[in-house]
């Protein structure tokens, strides 16, 4: 769990993919997928924040070893980052895929939660917007 602390809080870039991640997979719901499908979705939310943490480790690590510049640890660095980047894109395109056709009825079924329960959406809001002020605000760094 310190792991995932420690992410959290040196991490902006972990937080963020936490909060879209939250956000996608409230919206999927509306979509109601199937079990395969929800499992490829939650295996795509995942995929992005761990690389994010693998990317924060490889940074870390390095900035430990290497105290001055270094052209190479650039590159690993660069490589580290366009790793994330990828997977984020792959997780946008496993989204794409799987809701993309169900968009309509998502919309339709947004629509039907408005008019005969709008507490279930403001209560969604309010979730996402704790995470979301969660996600965005400063943290302080503690005990190095």
């Known amino acids: 769990m ?4 420690a992410g959290w809080v040196r991490e902006p870039h972990f937080r ?10 409230s919206l999927a719901a509306l979509a109601a997928p199937s079990k395969l499908e929800w499992a490829v979705l939650l295996g ?10 693998l990317n924060m480790v490889s940074e ?4 430990v ?22 997977t984020a ?18 919309w339709a079924e947004f629509q039907h939660l408005l008019q005969q329960r709008p507490a279930v959406l403001l209560i969604w809001a309010m979730i996402i917007f704790a995470i979301g002020w969660a996600t965005l605000r400063p943290m302080r760094r503690s005990g190095g």
Not at 16 to 25: F, T
Not at 60 to 63: A, K, N, S
Not at 89 to 106: K, S
């Open 89 to 106: 894109l792959a997780a946008l395109l496993v989204f794409a895929v799987i809701l993309g056709p169900a968009l309509p009825g998502m």
């Open 16 to 25: 963020w993919h936490l909060l879209l991640a939250a956000i996608a997979l």
């Open 65 to 86: 070893m290497v105290s001055e510049y270094h052209p190479l640890v650039r590159h690993a660095k660069n490589a580290a980052a366009g790793a994330v980047l990828l």
């Open 2 to 5: 310190s792991g995932l602390r």
């Open 44 to 53: 795509a939310c995942v995929a992005v924040p761990v690389v994010q943490l």
């Open 60 to 63: 870390l690590t390095m900035d």
